[in-house]
């Protein structure tokens, strides 16, 4: 057993590609950490979830906030005023915001899918640039029907935050633990082992493979190409069969659930 160091913080995100909450404490389960990425903007003409992985259509989702309000979930604006996504309206209210015509979904469709540019080309062009995409399906690395581009749970290292130099909500993590004197990328060579917070269990299951999405403005955070350009440069790692990827961080399943805290000591076996 190795001890890892403390939770600093968590993070939760109710609808996808929009800014998140800071929480205090939450409970995991087999889906993640409770009110995460439960709901999705949908693009009414291609039917896949709108993802700022593709800033072109949709980096102005990362002007949106989100919050979980106790089950009904709650956007607020870019103008600071706020809607419930289950409101009828909401729909038309991004649809006017967004420039497109969308729709708010709080199940994940069976193979849904996002279209994904490769970091390189969306830092190397303007990102209204038409670059090329892949598509992706989400969600294939968790049990539930939440919006989570693969796994329940993301972690990061206070060291890797610190060695990389960006703001850690570029990354959009859901736990950060705190590793005074640890080594950056450490997530690198976690795969297949545990880490305990609390009473809840998560087994890291790869490194996360970066999009261009930590690149661009969140809320008032402006562009920042270096956010990713850094992993292009020192941290390429192979992830799955898709060859050597910028990565910062892991994916976690959770193995045993329960509620953690900021404080609680993480323990790596």
């Given at each position: 057993m190795a001890?890892?160091?403390?939770?600093?913080?968590?993070?939760?995100?109710?609808?996808?590609?929009?800014?998140?909450?800071?929480?205090?404490?939450?409970?995991l389960t087999a889906d993640g950490l409770d009110g995460d990425r439960t709901v999705a903007v949908i693009d009414q003409q291609t039917g896949r979830v709108a993802s700022a992985k593709h800033p072109k259509l949709w980096r102005e989702l990362l002007a949106f906030a989100a919050q979980w309000n106790n089950g009904s979930p709650r956007i607020t604006l870019p103008g600071g005023t706020s809607i419930a996504a289950?409101?009828?309206?909401?729909?038309?209210?991004?649809?006017?915001?967004?420039?497109?015509?969308?729709?708010?979904?709080?199940?994940?469709?069976?193979?849904?899918?996002?279209?994904?540019?490769?970091?390189?080309?969306?830092?190397?062009?303007?990102?209204?640039?038409?670059?090329p995409y892949e598509t992706l399906q989400i969600g294939q690395g968790t049990p539930g029907?939440?919006?989570?581009?693969?796994?329940?749970?993301?972690?990061?290292?206070?060291?890797?935050?610190?060695?990389v130099?960006?703001?850690?909500?570029?990354?959009?993590?859901?736990?950060?633990?705190?590793?005074?004197?640890?080594?950056?990328f450490a997530e690198n060579d976690w795969t297949g082992r545990d880490i305990w917070i609390g009473r809840a269990r998560l087994r890291?299951?790869?490194?996360?493979?970066?999009?261009?999405?930590?690149?661009?403005?969140?809320?008032?955070?402006?562009?920042?190409?270096?956010?990713?350009?850094?992993?292009?440069?020192?941290?390429?790692?192979?992830v799955g069969?898709?060859?050597a990827q910028p990565c910062l961080g892991a994916y976690a399943q959770v193995v045993t659930g329960g509620t953690i805290c900021v404080g609680d000591r993480a323990t790596l076996t």
């Open positions: 001890e890892l160091g403390s939770v600093a913080a968590i993070r939760r995100y109710p609808v996808k590609s929009m800014l998140g909450e800071d929480l205090p404490a939450v409970t289950g409101d009828p309206a909401a729909g038309q209210v991004l649809s006017g915001l967004l420039h497109r015509d969308v729709r708010l979904a709080a199940e994940r469709p069976e193979r849904a899918i996002l279209a994904r540019p490769a970091p390189e080309d969306v830092i190397d062009n303007d990102q209204d640039a038409d670059v029907t939440t919006f989570v581009d693969f796994a329940p749970v993301h972690l990061i290292t206070s060291a890797t935050l610190a060695r130099g960006a703001e850690m909500i570029r990354y959009r993590p859901n736990i950060v633990v705190d590793t005074p004197g640890g080594a950056p890291i299951m790869l490194p996360t493979p970066r999009c261009a999405v930590p690149t661009l403005a969140h809320g008032t955070l402006p562009r920042r190409t270096d956010a990713v350009r850094t992993l292009l440069e020192h941290n390429r790692v192979p069969g898709r060859g």
